[in-house]
């Protein structure tokens, strides 16, 4: 596939997760997480559609936190969905991308731990 070919794909691909996540997003808010992860995964069950479903849930979450009367239990559970899905990974060959992956699941840890220290405390 040309490069010109491969950006067309990747394009008309994001446009698809944009809508089915915008598809999913009720479903987050009323806590149908493995509904909404299916209308996304549909349109791609690789890493572009983990990468969308962690955009999503890393959403709900800052959506909560920014309520005036945020539920911590809601904000657990969108922390706990958007750690899985940001954290997803390629299949890991050599020392070099191991230790890519273990920095970047600590950086997305970090980025939603700060989320969740921003609550008030119940």
Do not use: C
Not at 17 to 38: C, I, M, N, R, S
Not at 39 to 65: K, Q, W
Not at 93 to 121: G, M, Y
């Amino acid at each position: 596939m040309s490069k010109e070919s491969y950006q067309v794909w990747l394009q008309a691909l994001r446009k698809k997760l944009a809508a089915a996540a915008t598809e999913a997003e009720p479903l987050v808010e009323q806590g149908w997480f493995d509904d909404a992860e299916k209308l996304v995964r549909a349109v791609d069950n690789d890493i572009n559609g983990s990468v969308a479903l962690g955009d999503m849930f890393t959403s709900a979450l800052e959506r909560v936190v920014r309520s005036p009367h945020p539920d911590r239990g809601r904000a657990q559970a969108f922390y706990e969905r958007a750690l899985h899905w940001r954290s997803a990974w390629p299949e890991v060959h050599t020392p070099e991308e191991a230790e890519a992956e273990r920095a970047h699941v600590e950086e997305v840890s970090q980025e939603l731990t700060l989320l969740i220290d921003s609550l008030p405390e119940a």
